[in-house]
């Protein structure tokens, strides 16, 4: 595990677009799927890690196999904005071991503080594993699309306390 850097960007760029073709197939639209993904996400992260604030963190496993970029807000809470890996590499532990990671910077980087992610309602593999790490749901609300959808949304929250052993 390491902190990525804006060299990064093409490879976490390629694999947030991997991800999200795989895991949201058949939940968002698919001529979104099909659009200019691959360009909006290295804008994405060619702007995230140049203009990052300094509190902001991404976190990568192996050689790009997945990621984790956690974000403090301006209410006390960090926000784990964005959690992916190979879909090939799936359920081979790379998730847990970002998860644990981002409970670890969470408490060292921002003590006290919540950590918290927004997951689409639909994508049930994603749920059950932040079930499996702890996650409690503390919010649910549709979130409207840059391109103009809106999709069903649930927050899962772990407390300090409650940070999952993984």
Excluded at 34 to 58: K, N
Aim: charge should be negative; proline fraction near 7%.
């Amino acid at each position: 595990m390491r902190l990525g850097t804006l060299a990064d960007a093409p490879q976490i760029a390629a694999l947030h677009v991997d991800s999200w073709v795989n895991a949201y197939a058949g939940i968002l639209p698919d001529e979104y799927l099909a659009g200019p993904l691959l360009q909006e996400r290295l804008e994405l992260w060619d702007a995230r890690l140049t203009y990052a604030a300094d509190d902001a963190c991404l976190l990568i496993a192996g050689a790009h196999e997945g990621f984790a970029y956690l974000v403090p807000q301006h209410d006390g809470r960090v926000l784990l904005d964005n959690l992916h890996v190979q879909p090939g590499l799936k359920r081979s532990g790379i998730g847990r071991s970002l998860m644990r990671e981002a409970f670890a910077w969470t408490a060292a980087h921002h003590p006290g503080a919540s950590l918290y992610l927004e997951v689409l309602r639909d994508n049930t593999p994603a749920i059950a594993f932040y079930e499996r790490m702890g996650g409690q749901v503390t919010r649910e609300f549709d979130e409207t699309f840059p391109a103009g959808f809106v999709m069903p949304v649930i927050e899962y929250t772990w407390t300090p306390g409650r940070f999952s052993p993984c």
